[in-house]
């Protein structure tokens, strides 16, 4: 319940970009169809893995269509949003099923946990009055705590390569190492996906609109949020330079450095990413007001 309310909580934002009401409608009523079908097919897929005896060549295709179901819905929602101009809160709709399918049979726990602790953390913002730092400080360490929380670590052997088979048999290099990279950085894409919805229902005007002033409020809020890696980045560079001779430089420091300019990487991805496709929601929004 908490997962599908969510990404309408701000519903004057979606109103805003969708240009009517009854559009706005509409659309939350078919990503709320689509949600549940990924949900249910994820179920299936999970629920037959988990007992082998249901796994079988009879039904094997059968159970491997379940997740492919989930990653065709998530991908073409996220081609349908970019090329139509609709609201970032939709591609977040449509991006944590595959997540959690992704990550793991044990992940749904983490994510609703998640999920209220976004929840929580809007409800404080929006009434304490917290300024635009602080929250995406706050956002960007949340981030790196369901990092951890998901199984994963600064360490290669943590790495979860049964992920590139989640729906599939055989390997491809292209489509694996899409699925490990998700797998891996998923819950930071999460996390960048929300902050917007989280500074547009906490500064938007009384009639839904959004100035330029609050547009630089939220670039300012996603730079803020990849600013935190960066700082993170640069401390472990100096920790591995001033341990550069010890026992366990290899170890330990090595691959902490590496996954940490891993994580710069990715986060500066995701937030230049977001950043278009709201600028393009934005954009899409002024010409229908246009006309």
Known sequence: ?????????????????????????????????????????????????????????????????????????????????????????????????PMMLITGPASPLVFLLMIVHMLSYAYVFSNLQVDLFTQAIAWATTAILYFYATGHGCTFDKIQVASTFVGFLEYNWYRSGVMLFLNQFGVYLLFVFTLPLLQLTNNQNENGSI??????????????????????????????????????????????????????????VFVLSVSILFSHSRQKLEEDKSH
């Open 1 to 97: 319940a908490i997962l599908s309310t969510f990404p309408f909580r701000c519903s004057k934002f979606l109103h805003d970009l969708n240009g009517d009401r009854q559009g706005s409608n509409k659309w939350a009523r078919i990503c709320e169809v689509v949600f549940v079908v990924q949900v249910i097919c994820s179920g299936i897929f999970w629920t037959c893995q988990t007992f082998s005896e249901a796994f079988n060549e009879k039904n094997c295709l059968f159970v491997l269509c379940q997740a492919r179901i989930v990653y065709v819905l998530g991908i073409g929602g996220i081609i349908y949003i970019k090329y139509t101009g609709l609201s970032v809160v939709l591609a977040f709709r449509f991006l944590v099923v």
């Open 211 to 268: 100035d330029e002033s609050q547009s630089r409020s939220l670039v300012f809020a996603l730079v803020s949020f990849g600013f935190v890696y960066s700082c993170r980045a640069f401390v472990t560079i100096c920790f591995v330079a001033a341990q550069r001779r010890h026992l366990m430089v290899w170890a330990i420091f090595a691959p902490k450095f590496v996954f940490d300019g891993l994580h710069m990487i990715a986060i500066d």
